[in-house]
């Protein structure tokens, strides 16, 4: 059974930097496609980006450039660097298994302005 745990997030002003971080359980990570997406209240849930075995990375065209995903196989762990943040960068970020179709708890994410 594979366990996704998120990390990272919290309060930061506009402008700045956070580095969410997801941990996943179970094996043959390195051949799993991994992906971050966002919920923001009253919306629904959409791709923020995401990245396969081969470190090929999709993103989200409102966040392209501002933020980056990346992996370390050693740990199990799949990242999201979101710099320059929005306030409508406020949303629960949710890791996601895409061969398992499994999902972390989430981490909430809030951008003052």
């Known amino acids: 059974q594979v366990q996704l745990v998120e990390s990272g997030g919290g309060l930061v002003q506009a402008g700045g930097s956070l580095r969410l971080s997801c941990a996943a359980s179970?094996?043959?990570?390195?051949?799993?496609?991994m992906g971050w997406y966002r919920q923001a209240p009253g919306k629904q849930r959409e791709l923020v980006a995401r990245i396969n075995r081969y470190g090929t990375t999709v993103y989200s065209d409102s966040m392209k450039g501002r933020f980056t995903i990346s992996r370390d196989n050693a740990k199990n762990t799949v990242y999201l660097q979101m710099n320059s943040l929005k306030p409508e960068d406020t949303a629960v970020y949710y890791c996601h298994d895409e061969a398992t179709d499994y999902w972390g708890q989430g981490t909430q994410v809030t951008v003052s302005s």
């Open positions: 179970g094996s043959r990570f390195s051949m799993r496609t």
